[in-house]
Nanobody, 124 residues
């Protein structure tokens, strides 16, 4: 199973980007999905999270600008980023608290699953 983040890029301040995160493999469920980011020289921080009942939580710095959502397919999560600022520049990572998936006939439950990051750069 792999979590693959995409949609990053270079955008001017005030612009928008939509990040996607998709899990490959025979996914049964993904619980506790979230986006995190890490800027150069800084610690990784939580940006937004969403539960299976669609309850959301956002970092104060992105409230009102970013929206996290889950796709109709159970293996996708999105981050819509509007009104981007230079301080949003970072590598963005998606994560799942728990992924249940099949390998052959075996049901596997893996906690704290992280995907590869995607670079977001906002120019002033």
């Amino acid at each position: 199973v792999q979590l693959q983040a995409s949609g990053g890029g270079l955008v001017q301040a005030g612009g928008s980007l939509r990040l996607s995160c998709a899990a490959s493999g025979r996914i049964v469920s993904m619980n506790g999905l979230s986006w995190h980011r890490q800027a150069p020289g800084k610690q990784r921080e939580l940006v937004a999270s969403i539960t299976n009942d669609d309850s959301t939580n956002y970092a104060d710095s992105v409230k009102g600008r970013f929206t996290i959502s889950r796709g109709n397919a159970k293996n996708t999560v999105y981050l819509q980023m509007n009104s981007l600022k230079p301080e949003d520049t970072a590598v963005y990572y998606c994560a799942a608290d728990l992924i249940n998936y099949y390998i052959n006939h075996d049901l596997i439950a893996q906690k704290d699953y992280w995907g590869q990051g995607t670079q977001v750069t906002v120019s002033s």
